[in-house]
């Protein structure tokens, strides 16, 4: 059991990507042949598990996983990221989660996934792992586990003194009790407006960064004290909520080979950023040079940058990162 609580602990899915890279992407009912296929490793749970251990975070990863060969792979390649692989499930009745991605020559994807096994990560494991859930310095959560888990998961960690973080990707309606129990949630800004529109609150009427500002007020209404919607090579805009303040941070200018992953990469460094005490903007300023580099490679734990890299990209953009 891990007693010291100084590891970010990351809960989510664990997938094996096959991807296409193609010119452009087909329409409907047309093939699109010439592209070139390759096999990655992914999954949002484990792609940012990845990102915070090469940032130099003790992470820790909860997942369910097939005893088919694919598992077998992402269990390895999680013990050479030097992740604890301890309290992961083997799930012998469901494969692996699959992810079917197409990335074309600005490197945009589309994606179709078949959860597998990351679908029957219950209740029940995750009450089997309240100790480890309570005693987390940081927790993150995406949505590609059943949202009664992802209920389950924030109110263990509420009562722990644990920043809890919830990625809303692949987004879905989410109830109020769980966002009351978020502290921090990580948006693109397409998520950020349908939250906004399942939420109920009144229809946004403005443009551009006005109605990112307006759908952060909204939500954030619900007790969460940090916003961050990333805005791909734009970079982020982070809100404040107990200040009603609002912060504004480009991306750094790059040739963009393959996006998928970056979102994940950012996540996964901010929050190995924040467990080593950074304050938010640091912490932010890092993810994004990160992300950055993340998306000049190809895959999604493949491109995720070790700690010595992102360093020496501060360096030349001499950001500050203390």
């Keep these: 059991m891990i007693n010291e609580n100084d ?79 301890d309290f992961i499930i083997r799930d012998p009745q469901n494969p692996s989660g ?15 996934v078949a959860p597998g096994a990351n679908s029957k990560l219950n209740i029940e494991d995750i009450n089997n792992r309240q100790e480890l859930i309570k005693n987390a310095k940081i927790i993150v959560v995406q949505m590609e586990i059943p949202m009664e888990s992802i209920q389950r998961i924030f109110y263990i960690a509420s009562q722990g003194n644990v920043i809890k973080i919830l990625n809303p990707a692949p987004l879905k309606p989410i109830p109020i009790e769980i966002l009351k129990n978020v502290d921090i949630i990580i948006p693109n800004e397409g998520e950020l407006f349908r939250l906004h ?18 759908a952060s007020k909204d939500i954030s209404s619900l007790g969460i004290s940090y916003i961050i ?42 929050a190995s950023m924040l467990s080593e005490g950074k304050i938010i903007i640091n912490a932010v300023k890092i993810a994004t040079v990160a ?24 360096n030349a953009l001499n950001i500050n990162n203390k």
């Design 7 to 85: 590891y970010v602990l990351i809960i989510g899915s664990s997938n094996m990507d096959l991807n296409i890279y193609i010119k452009r992407f087909p329409n409907r009912g047309e093939t699109v042949t010439g592209g070139t296929f390759k096999q990655f490793l992914g999954g949002k749970g484990a792609n940012q598990a990845v990102a915070a251990a090469r940032s130099g975070a003790k992470t820790i990863f909860i997942g369910k996983i097939g005893t088919d060969l694919f598992g077998d792979q992402m269990i390895s390649q999680l013990i050479d990221e030097k992740i604890n692989i």
């Design 98 to 112: 699959v992810a079917f991605i197409l990335i074309d020559e600005n490197g945009e994807n589309m994606i179709s």
């Design 229 to 270: 919607t990333t805005l791909g090579n734009k970079g982020c805009l982070i809100y404040f909520g107990k200040d009603n303040k609002f912060y504004e941070l480009p991306a750094p200018l790059v040739k963009t080979i393959d996006t998928v992953g970056a979102g994940d990469c950012f996540i996964g460094v901010l």
């Design 291 to 314: 992300a950055s580099i993340a998306v000049t490679r190809k895959g999604a734990q493949e491109s995720m940058p070790f700690l010595d890299e992102i360093q020496n990209k501060l």
């Design 197 to 214: 529109s399942l939420l109920n609150f009144k229809e946004l009427i403005n443009e551009g960064k006005q109605k990112i500002i307006h």
